[in-house]
């Protein structure tokens, strides 16, 4: 009899690993999907803020839906603390678009991955990673430097490609038949589409082209905002404020964020404590809060933004509440209505 | 597949979702229940409940319940998914207006 055989899989939830844990799974190995929470998911911020198009249903965990439907345990793995100053900040591959390190990214996790196997006795580790589908990551030479650069080698296996890279030890050893991984490379999805139906596979995320903040050119720019002010000394929360609302820096300390709707205002509201907030109180008004240590301009020009993004924007003058700590006050103040000024500011 | 067939298919699959959201007791039976473990994750958003969650519930020994403390509107479906996919067992959860308490039983067998 078959000694069992186990593996871990990288699942993030998106149809392709999703099919590679199917696709492995089928192969009689019993499979644990790891899931890395990284603090920069473009879903975990969609799920703080709430569907705003049906909010009685929120926003659920791809990778734990995925494992409900696979009937694959999901073990979710928090490397924020770590993932920031080591992967972020110092990656030896370099950037993609925006703030992207995405070879060392999955090197990172791979690493980790792999003390995790050899901790708990799996034999081999397999991703849903596609050849030629992305164009940092998922070409011939960078899937290679991420196998050896994690220390799996030839124990890292991609089901959905493998019949056309080097054959792998699971595959040498009989863990698992070549014949029936597959050949799949490219951008299209519609391989996989074609064999998410054959696997009866019909709740997947529509295939978006990641689930990262890094990417993103917008959020780099806060990114690198907060970098250039802050300096490295980062927290997991700061990192969550940068997700939401218009930012604008007013000096060197001193930036203001400013909610965009009510989802957005309720997510701020978690962020006060050490922060200035300010509102209005006679008609709908953004959440604002200030970070640094504002002076009375400054605080006068938050305000001035406040008022813009409120209902009170058309006004002459708006009276805008703030409240720092223990001191708070009012300030009358003009709207900001130059969008000049405002794009000085802008972040 | 049409766009139309996938629609038909994914409402389907929400259907089933509903299903396994369902916990395994009723609303008067969770208001008895008296927990092994407490797990505070209030103030905490996706995935950190569901992460203190399996921390906390891989020492627990088997048929210990843990109760869950939550804000985030995510433990809804994300609690019942993780237990669908770990084999414990969704007890179900009390709403009430800002917070969740959330049941779960751990599985009588071992984690992989």
Known sequence: ?347 | MSSQARSARRHRNDQELRRYVHGTLARDALERLVPDILIDALGTFCPEPVIRTQDRMADAGPGEIAMLLADDVGVEIDIPAWCLSTGNEYLGLLKSESSYKVFVRRASFERP
């Not at chain 1, 002010?229 to 939401?244: A, I, S």
């Not at chain 1, 200035?276 to 604002?288: H, N, R, Y």
Request: charged share 30%; aromatic share 6%; glycine share 8%.
């Open chain 1, 1 to 347: 009899m078959r000694e069992q055989i186990r593996a871990l899989g990288l699942l993030s939830g998106g149809l392709d690993s999703t099919l590679a844990a199917r696709v492995i799974q089928a192969q009689n190995v019993e499979v644990l999907g790891l899931h890395f929470s990284t603090g920069f998911c473009l879903a975990d911020r969609h799920r703080i803020l709430g569907n705003r198009s049906n909010p009685d249903k929120p926003y659920r965990n791809e990778a734990l839906r995925a494992g409900a439907d696979l009937s694959i345990p999901i073990e979710i793995i928090d490397i924020k603390d770590e993932y920031l100053p080591e992967v972020v900040l110092n990656p030896k591959f370099g950037y993609g678009s925006g703030m992207n390190p995405c070879i060392d990214c999955r090197i990172f996790m791979l690493q980790k991955t792999r003390e995790i196997m050899e901790e708990r006795g799996y034999q081999f580790v397999f991703t849903g990673e596609v050849l030629g589908q992305r164009p940092m990551s998922q070409r011939r030479p960078p899937l290679d430097d991420v196998a050896e650069e994690s220390g799996l080698g030839r124990l890292l296996l991609r089901p959905l490609s493998a019949r056309l890279l080097p054959e792998s030890i699971p595959e040498e050893r009989g863990w698992v038949n070549r014949a029936e991984l597959f050949d799949i490379s490219g951008r299209s999805r519609k391989k996989q589409m074609e064999l998410a139906s054959q696997f009866n596979i019909i709740d997947y995320p529509q295939p978006a082209g990641g689930c990262c903040s890094l990417p993103d050119e917008n959020y780099a720019r806060k990114l690198r905002d907060f970098l250039a002010h802050r300096g490295t000394d980062v927290t997991p929360d700061d990192m969550m404020l940068l997700k939401v609302g218009r930012h604008f820096r007013l000096s060197g300390d001193v930036k203001v964020v400013v909610g965009r709707d009510q989802g957005e205002n309720t997510y701020l509201e978690r962020f006060i404590q050490g922060r200035a907030e300010i509102w209005v109180d006679d008609f709908p008004s953004p959440l604002t809060l200030v970070e640094g240590q504002p002076t009375a301009i400054d605080l006068e020009t938050a305000c001035r933004i406040t008022a813009r993004y409120s209902d009170g924007r058309d006004e002459p003058t708006v009276p805008v509440r703030w409240r720092l700590g223990e001191s708070e006050g009012q300030l009358t103040v003009v709207p900001c209505q130059d969008d000049a000024e405002l794009e000085t500011l802008r972040i």
